[in-house]
């Protein structure tokens, strides 16, 4: 009866600790009435139901209407290794929810031992025990520790998936800038081989009419300074391709050494600049928010460091939990079919880290100076991601209206260069002006092969800015 009623006196002290503990004053999270700016701006029909991380294809790199950059933009997404790395993290991100939402189940723990031994007193006998046990331990979540827990681990496997997009979107991107830059690199060393080819020939005229008196040394000497100083460009266009190709080759999954017979096939057969066909769909602010990878990451972390402080409040508050015991012990006179070899005990147990809870309150604090950190670093993020997007957009444009120019400049200049060489053979004019023209020549079809290159960069740069589609 006393052990009865001593149970009872247990009982009634932890519901007095309980219903103590009810009333501590809890501190309200960091703007907790507020919304961040992507929950805002955004409806909600925007996310689907679990937050996931929008897919990534290669169907918007169709656009430019080259089979070669799109191959290579569907081999870089499927074999490239930091995507590999970024699908690991999410894994183990994966790996470490399932393990958090075990702490929602019971536990169990066993033993079992064997000794002999003789005690240090006279005539003891040597004596063999064994021992054994089982244990079991449920939590009851009574103030959701282990649901905000659970809470974190998902957001964080959430923002693990995000980053894997974000890593897919730049992949992407720099497989289509290395494409770029090496198709650029071989229309500009085009440029520079037929210019080369036809100063050449003019050198070559030269030095004919040298021999019968029509020509100068002067007018030698100027027509191979311009046809070596053509000549030396070529070099710096190859290795802008060589360059090109290795990029591929490490993006592509492959090594910089073997990068692959399809690869090594675009360096020797040069095709146009890739340039975007279809229209490009800017589309909305708010759909930008939705596609930015970095933004959305930024949103989820705020929502992680949320659901960890509320992992530190609930610290403030008792861990009530449920135990099962069962033991035995064998030697010494106790046998297996004695009642008494076995042991069991059940019931709950409370802990509870205060009265003192300064500590824990500090760990509060922290957990806020957090969250408010991810705030502030979250409108930053979307505040950047607009300016990085217009100023993107604006070079795009600026990049585009040169275009008219610079191709009737080429025109323009063509049309000199064979007035320059018509006026020289019937004797009107010096071999300077043809000089001059093809050299006039030269840099307006280098302006506009380069144009064509920087116009396609910005439009990948653009592409990339927009968080991809």
Do not use: H
């Not at 897919?168 to 690199?185: E, K």
């Not at 027509?223 to 000549?231: D, F, K, N, S």
């Not at 275009?403 to 080429?410: I, N, P, S, T």
């Amino acid at each position: 009866m006393f052990r009865i009623s001593s149970a009872l006196a247990m009982l009634c002290t932890a519901g007095l600790v309980l219903a103590g503990c009810a009333g501590i004053p809890v501190p309200d999270k960091p703007r907790e009435n507020s919304t961040p700016l992507v929950k805002q701006s955004v409806p909600q029909q925007f996310f689907n139901s679990q937050g996931a991380a929008l897919p990534m294809s290669s169907s918007w790199w169709q656009g430019f209407e080259d089979s070669d950059l799109t191959r290579l933009i569907e081999t870089a997404l499927a074999e490239n290794r930091q995507l590999d790395v970024a699908q690991a993290n999410i894994d183990i991100a994966r790996a470490s929810l399932a393990r958090q939402r075990l702490e929602t189940s019971y536990g169990t723990q066993s033993n079992i031992g064997a000794e002999i031994g003789r005690g240090a007193s006279p005539n003891s006998n040597i004596v063999a025990t064994f021992t054994s046990g089982l244990g079991a331990s449920w939590e009851y979540d009574a103030f959701g520790r282990i649901a905000s827990s659970i809470e974190a681990s998902e957001l964080g496997a959430e923002a693990a998936e995000q980053s894997r997009r974000d890593v897919a979107v730049i992949v992407s991107s720099q497989t289509a800038l290395a494409y770029t830059d090496l198709r650029g690199a071989q229309t500009r060393l085009s440029v520079a081989q037929e210019n080369a080819d036809t100063q050449a020939q003019s050198l070559e005229l030269l030095r004919t009419l040298l021999e019968n008196g029509r020509a100068t040394a002067l007018d030698i000497n100027r027509a191979e300074a311009q046809y070596r100083t053509t000549l030396a460009d070529i070099p710096r266009f190859q290795a802008t391709i060589d360059s090109a190709i290795s990029r591929l080759a490490v993006l592509t999954g492959n090594s910089a050494l073997e990068p692959g017979g399809e690869i090594l096939g675009m360096s020797q057969q040069a095709r146009p600049i890739p340039e975007l066909i279809s229209g490009f769909d800017i589309g909305s602010p708010e759909a930008l928010l939705r596609r930015r990878p970095d933004i959305r990451f930024a949103e989820i972390e705020i929502a992680r460091l949320l659901a960890l402080s509320d992992v530190e409040r609930a610290r403030l508050f008792p861990v009530v939990s449920f135990n099962a015991n069962i033991s035995s012990f064998f030697g010494n006179g106790n046998r297996l079919d004695q009642l008494s070899s076995f042991g069991f005990g059940f019931g709950p147990a409370i802990s509870w880290e205060g009265p003192d809870l300064r500590r824990v309150r500090a760990d509060i604090d922290l957990a806020d100076a957090e969250t408010e950190r991810a705030y502030q670093q979250y409108e930053q993020t979307v505040l950047q991601a607009f300016s990085d997007v217009e100023i993107s957009l604006s070079n795009l444009r600026n990049e585009a209206r040169r275009r008219q120019d610079l191709v009737q400049a080429v025109e323009a200049a063509r049309g000199a260069l064979d007035l320059a060489q018509i006026r020289f053979e019937e004797g009107f004019d010096g071999f300077l002006d043809v000089l001059d023209a093809q050299r006039t020549l030269l840099a307006a079809e280098d302006r506009l092969a380069d144009n064509r290159l920087q116009t396609t960069r910005l439009t990948i740069a653009a592409y990339q800015e927009l968080g991809g589609t």
